[in-house]
Nanobody, 125 residues
Framework: QVQLVESGGGLVQPGGSLRLTCAAS????????MGWYRQAPGKQREMVAS???????NYVDSVQGRFTISGDNAKNTAFLQMNSLKPEDTAVFYC???????????????????WGQGTQVTVSS
């Protein structure tokens, strides 16, 4: 099976920066894309940023120009650099791996989505 482990969340003052890391582990053959979603209290989970295996990126409008997603295909790892953080960025951030081919018991399997456990990002003075 495949596991996603996130790190890098925490408390930061408005205007500060954080860098999130998501590492996918397991017998992975390929991942179509990796991304970050967030969920604030009382709100629905929303896509924040994503990156395909070819390096094509996509961002929600509210973080455009402030957040940068990058990836390392060889290590099945994605990063989210968050600058100029605002209080409204406060949320639990979840890593997503989409379109995952993996090996188990000598056979290849496909799963649409894997999720990390989430990491809290709090922006407050």
């Amino acid at each position: 099976q495949v596991q996603l482990v996130e790190s890098g969340g925490g408390l930061v003052q408005p205007g500060g920066s954080l860098r999130l890391t998501c590492a996918a582990s397991g017998s992975i053959a390929s991942i179509n894309s990796m991304g970050w979603y967030r969920q604030a209290p009382g709100k629905q989970r929303e896509m924040v940023a994503s990156i395909t295996s070819y390096g094509v990126t996509n961002y929600v409008d509210s973080v455009q120009g402030r957040f940068t997603i990058s990836g390392d295909n060889a290590k099945n790892t994605a990063f989210l650099q968050m600058n100029s953080l605002k209080p409204e960025d406060t949320a639990v951030f979840y890593c997503n791996a989409h379109g995952v081919l993996y090996y188990s018991g000598g056979r290849q399997y496909f799963k649409n989505d894997y999720w990390g456990q989430g990491t809290q990002v709090t922006v407050s003075s």
